[in-house]
Nanobody, 121 residues
């Protein structure tokens, strides 16, 4: 059974930094792409950043230049480095993975449980 677990959220002052991690475990054959989403109270969930298996990354305009997504294939892990954080970045952050699992073989998109990021003085 595939599981994604995020960590690294917390409370940070405006202008500060955090690094989120997301580790995938289970019967994973390959991970094709990763994504980080966030959802603030009263707002729709939005895609913040994504990265493909060949390292092509994309960012929403609201975080471009401040956030960096990276992946460590050997450990089935993805990171989101967040710098120059603003109160508007406050949200629950979720990671997703488009992956192929084996036994049985199937491909699907999986989500983590989310980690809270609060930017406040």
């Amino acid at each position: 059974q595939v599981q994604l677990v995020e960590s690294g959220g917390g409370l940070v002052q405006p202008g500060g930094s955090l690094r989120l991690s997301c580790a995938a475990s289970g019967n994973i054959f390959a991970i094709y792409s990763w994504g980080w989403y966030r959802q603030a109270p009263g707002r729709q969930r939005e895609l913040v950043a994504s990265v493909t298996d060949d390292g092509i990354d994309n960012y929403s305009d609201s975080v471009k230049g401040r956030f960096t997504i990276s992946r460590r294939n050997a450990k089935n892990t993805v990171y989101l480095r967040m710098n120059s954080l603003k109160p508007d970045d406050t949200a629950v952050y979720y990671c997703t993975a488009d992956l192929l699992q084996y036994n049985p073989a199937s491909r699907g998109n999986y989500w983590g449980q989310g980690t809270q990021v609060t930017v406040s003085s």
